[in-house]
């Protein structure tokens, strides 16, 4: 995004905003950060290296809460708390989810 520094927020992509919006939350290493689908308006190589950072900036002591609907990375903290309709459905440890236990029906 270096090239992009002269640029109003409103010239960049969503993707790009996403990106910058991330830096600025981490960039002062607060203790506990935020996140609201940190990788929701992102494509699949630039969300795999937000998820790397998130997971780096955990590693080095800080605390993170992230809301998201990509279950990759949901799955990939230390407790997760899953709300459907409402309601705690879900507080503790990730478990991995089969196509059984969510609802969804595939057609064939």
């Known amino acids: 995004l270096a090239d992009r520094g002269d640029h109003r927020p409103g010239e960049l992509s969503g993707g790009e905003q ?4 991330v830096a600025r939350a981490l960039v002062a290493e607060p203790a506990l950060v935020w996140a609201d689908e940190p990788t929701g308006a992102l494509d699949s190589h630039t969300a795999g290296g937000i998820v790397e950072l998130l997971h ?5 002591g ?5 809301v ?5 990375l949901g799955r990939s903290g230390q407790r997760t708390v899953d709300v459907r309709d409402g309601r705690v459905v879900h507080d ?3 478990v ?4 059984a236990t969510t609802g969804i ?3 064939s």
Do not use: F, K, S, W
Request: charged share 25%; aromatic share 0%.
């Open 18 to 21: 996403q990106r910058v919006t």
């Open 56 to 60: 780096e900036v955990h590693a080095a």
């Open 62 to 66: 800080q605390t993170l809460v992230i």
């Open 68 to 72: 998201t609907h990509d279950e990759g």
């Open 92 to 94: 503790g440890a990730p």
């Open 96 to 99: 991995a989810r089969d196509l």
């Open 105 to 107: 029906e595939v057609a």
